[in-house]
């Protein structure tokens, strides 16, 4: 069992940087990939980035590319994501998620392949 914790959300003008962290409990973190999904209003749950559990290698969505950058700390059981040059339509939800198996080495971006959720964290970005 995992729980998951985010934290670091809020209100910034485009352009600007937030970084995101999610702290986990449960023994089996350091062998779980991590990720990063938003919701926006209306719209559908979509992923934004993700790490396997060795930290080696990172996935992200288009959208995010060259702008986000995800990283983990297995010793402290957390899971950032740095978001610079934010723009308005980034604005979300963001929801930390923990992969349903351990110790793999592919990275997925569906919903279906995290078992575990946090209840996510607001990021709102001005024009």
């Known amino acids: 069992q995992v729980q998951l914790v985010e934290s670091g959300g809020g209100l910034v003008q485009a352009g600007g940087s937030l970084r995101l962290s999610c702290a986990a409990s449960?023994?089996?973190?350091?062998?779980?990939?991590m990720a990063w999904f938003r919701q926006a209003p209306g719209k559908e749950r979509e992923f934004v980035a993700a790490?396997?559990?060795?930290?080696?290698?990172?996935r992200y969505a288009d959208s995010v590319k060259g702008r986000y950058t995800i990283s983990r700390d297995n010793a402290k059981n957390t899971v950032n994501l740095q978001m610079d040059t934010l723009k308005p339509e980034d604005t979300a939800v963001y929801y930390c998620?923990?992969?349903?198996?351990?110790?793999?080495?592919?990275?997925?971006?569906?919903?279906?392949?995290?078992?575990?959720w946090g209840q996510g964290t607001q990021v709102t970005v001005s024009s």
């Open positions: 790490i396997i559990w060795t930290g080696r290698s990172t």
């Open positions: 998620a923990a992969g349903d198996r351990e110790l793999a080495y592919s990275i997925g971006s569906s919903e279906s392949e995290y078992a575990y």
């Open positions: 449960g023994r089996t973190f350091s062998r779980k990939t």
